[in-house]
Every structure is written in C-alpha cells, then in structure tokens.
C-alpha cells in the first residue's frame, strides 16, 4: 500500500510517515519547506521527499494521500487529488484508523508544553518497560525519533488544538479519543484561525466530551482559562496540579532554584526527590503532569518520579548546541511570550551571577506574525541581558516597537547577515546566547556557530 503525504516535514506529518512507514506502507511525501531535524528523521528512514507540490509527485496514483493542514485549495498537488479523486484524508484521521485504533492514548494538549510533556510521559513508561508508541511534536533526545509505532497498548500523542485540514476544521485532537488526558495550561494562541480564546475553549470542550468516564484528566488548578472549560462540562474524573506547596493535588515542594531537583506529592502521600536535567518552574510542572498520567497508566508513582533522572530532555527545547570559548549557544522553539519567559526564567535560574543571556529572536509564528503579541513581548524578555529581533521583509509591523519597550540592549535586523555580525562581535566568555524560533530561521544557528568558532579560532592565533 502506497501512501503519499503532502506536507511531510512538518513535525506532526513526518511522525505520521514514520509510523506508517513501521506498518508496511510504501511512504512517499512532497513539501516546500525542508529543515532539520524532521528532513533528517525521514532521510534516515528512507522516505523520498519532493521539493514541492507538483501534481507529477502524484504519478502513479498512490493508495491514499494524507493532506496536512497547511494546503489549501488552490495548490497544485490539492486540486489534482478533487480533480483526479484520489482517496485523501487528514494526519489525523489516519493517525486515528491505523495507528491509535484498540490503543490506551495518553494525549497531551494545552498552549505551551506539549512537546517536552509528551516526551517525559513517553520516556516514563519506556523506563518501566511498557514500551509505548508515541507521536510528538519534536524529537525527544531519549529515543532519537519524533514517531514510533510501539509494542505496548499505551500510545503517547502530543494533541494539537490547530485544525485538522482545509476538509476538516475539527481541532486535531478531537480524533484521538485519549483515555488520559493532560490539559498543561490554556492561553489565546493560533490568531490565523481563532477569532478568540472562546473559540480555542470551545474546541477543547469537544475533547472534553470524548473522554470517556473510566479515564482521567489532568489538569492546573490555578489555570482560569481551563476551570472554564472544565466547568461547561466533564464527565471524566479530574487530578489537579497544584500551583504552591499544599494542596491535594500533585505537587512539587523544596524545589531547587534552578529547577533541577524537587520533591513530589500528592494529597498527604510523598512520592520521592526528582533529580533531573532540566530547568525551570514550567518544567516541574510539565514533570508532575508526567507523573500522573504515568500513575495512571499503572506505574507507581515513586517509580515515575525516580525515572525523571534518566530523561534527556527534547531537541530545540532550550538545547545546548555548542559550547565555543565560554560561550554557550541554544536552540529553543519558544515563540509564544509566555513559552519565551517561562524558558528564560529557568536559565536565568541555572546561570552563574555575571553571565549574560542574549537572546535573539524571529517572530516565525502566525500569531507572532499578525502582532496579537506585540504588547507582551518585550516583557517576556525582561531576564535577556541583550536581545536582538530579526525584522523579516515580509513582517507586516514592526519590532522596533518592541525593541523600545525593552530596558537592556537591544538591536533590530533586517538580515541574517546582520545578526550573526552583530552577535559575533558582541558575544564574550560566560555568555548564553538563546536562538529563538519555531523554524529553520535561515541556518542561522550552524552559521552562529562557526561564526564564533572563526572569532575564538583567531583570538586563539593572535
């Protein structure tokens, strides 16, 4: 069986391919965009990819194409499909038929997290033997993969609230029917497609209404925006994490400034210390979530929670890609504001007193995009010592006011070029420098790199 995707590097199309290229099918895909890591997932699995979407790359006839959310009517490849009629359907909707059918789905949906969530629950039932199939937004650095099939009944799925396909505004997670169900946080996202947060509300009510009673759901407390929802309606019984110290929810206390190591409980029961490498508030959060759904899942909780030592954390989530003259460089996805504090405050938390953090940054998403966030960005970036903004030609506003609001340094580029002169110049030992962006940003972060290895290379001779 022959099935053609359309839109396959993206993160959720390229774990689509590789689960379905582990069940026997003959994957081809077809997209304009092709970055790591998910360009370099799919050439490892042997998986052609066409550079763009010409009606030829469906030539013979495929059994089944997979349409991804980003076409729309009027690409070439979408209107040979209606033309031709050729059998089509969503990523999801084949996720749903023939990888999560007779699986116990843990799914994982909210605004920020989902990613490194996801990866920590999968990681959990590996740990404990379970072996778990799994799709995530991302590759998690335990296993090396975005996607797999699995051998256990649990499947883990990062669970998008964007729409499911231009045939079907459906959110996605609506097709996965979870058992356990974390809801990490809730805030107005997705501008391009949700006039407002009632609209995203009302998508995760739906979700809502499909998980089943013998379930369970995961949940903030303190997060106002998700008690609305769950208070239009649940019907699944609901563990809460808890914001403080106290509470009978599942809670961190004794928590390290940076993050690193916590104790955890629920309700009057102490479950043990987690040591772990990841940093930050936002993080223990993402790890207590992590823990209940894994206690759900049947792992006893002090064995989850001693399990968190071994996980390695996930590509572009605040990841260390060099290390070049005292300077440390990151690759970060962030690119919502509360995502870009959150992420700062935890290395600002892990960083020695003198460091600098420089940021720099590239509005990619389509809600940065549409300046929803111009007010909020510049105060998610109050921890950054120095922050460069990269102004693309094609930025509708400009960051120039966001640069004023800011009270460090601060420069805006209108080239790449621009910022790794800026930035390479600027940089010192002792420096973090985090690249924030949700896409490939122009290679800028291998150009970066040899940037500085050139700088510190010739310091060295002279």
């Not at 110290?245 to 390290?256: L, N, P, Q």
Request: charged letters at 20%; hydrophobic letters at 40%; proline letters at 5%.
């Amino acid at each position: 069986m022959h099935v053609h995707i359309l839109g396959i590097c993206g993160t959720f199309m390229a774990g689509v391919a590789r689960l379905a290229k582990q069940m026997g099918w003959h994957v081809t895909g077809s997209d304009a965009q092709v970055y790591p890591p998910m360009s370099d997932q799919l050439r490892e699995d042997n998986i052609p990819v066409m550079e763009g979407y010409s009606a030829a790359h469906l030539q013979p006839a495929p059994d089944c194409v997979v349409i991804g959310n980003a076409l729309s009517r009027g690409n070439e490849a979408v209107e040979y499909v209606l033309d031709s009629d050729l059998p089509y359907t969503s990523g999801p909707e084949f996720l749903a038929r023939h990888v999560l059918a007779g699986r116990k789905v843990i799914a994982v949906a909210g605004t920020h997290g989902k990613t490194t969530t996801s990866s920590i629950v999968a990681w959990l039932l590996e740990a404990a033997g379970l072996e778990p199939g799994f799709l995530i937004g991302g590759v998690a650095n335990n296993f090396d993969i975005s996607a797999r099939a699995g051998g256990g009944r649990f499947f883990v799925v990062e669970a998008d609230e964007y729409d499911t396909a231009f045939f079907d505004k459906r959110a996605k997670f609506v097709h996965y029917k979870p058992h356990t169900l974390i809801l990490n946080n809730l805030e107005y996202d997705h501008a391009d497609i949700f006039p407002d947060l009632a609209a995203i509300q009302w998508q995760f009510h739906q979700l809502m209404r499909i998980v089943p009673g013998t379930g369970r759901v995961i949940a903030p407390r303190a997060d106002a925006n998700l008690q609305q929802v769950l208070q239009r309606g649940c019907w699944t019984p609901v563990e809460y994490i808890e914001e403080g110290e106290t509470g009978d929810g599942w809670r961190a206390h004794h928590c390290s400034a940076d993050g690193r190591r916590f104790n955890v409980a629920c309700g009057d029961r102490e479950y043990g210390v987690a040591s772990w490498p990841l940093t930050g508030q936002h993080n223990i959060h993402n790890a207590l979530a992590a823990v209940a759904a894994a206690h759900h899942a049947g792992i006893p909780a002090e064995q989850a929670v001693a399990s968190l030592a071994g996980f390695k954390g996930v590509k572009r989530r605040l990841e260390v890609i060099a290390s070049i003259g005292g300077i440390t460089l990151y690759d970060d996805f962030a690119h919502h504001p509360t995502a870009i504090d959150t992420t700062l405050k935890g290395l600002r938390g892990l960083v020695r007193s003198g460091e600098r953090i420089i940021v720099v940054l590239e509005p990619r998403s389509n809600t940065m995009r549409l300046g929803v966030h111009r007010e909020t960005l510049a105060p998610a970036l109050s921890e950054a010592d120095a922050v460069i903004l990269y102004q693309p030609p094609d930025l509708p506003w400009s960051l120039q006011s966001v640069a004023d609001a800011l009270s460090g340094p601060n420069r805006v580029c209108d080239s790449i070029d621009a910022i790794i002169e800026h930035v390479a110049g600027l940089a010192q030992a002792g420096d973090h420098i985090v690249i924030m962006s949700n896409g490939g940003f122009g290679g800028i972060h291998q150009r970066l790199k040899q940037a500085l290895l050139t700088r510190v290379s010739h310091e060295g001779v002279e």
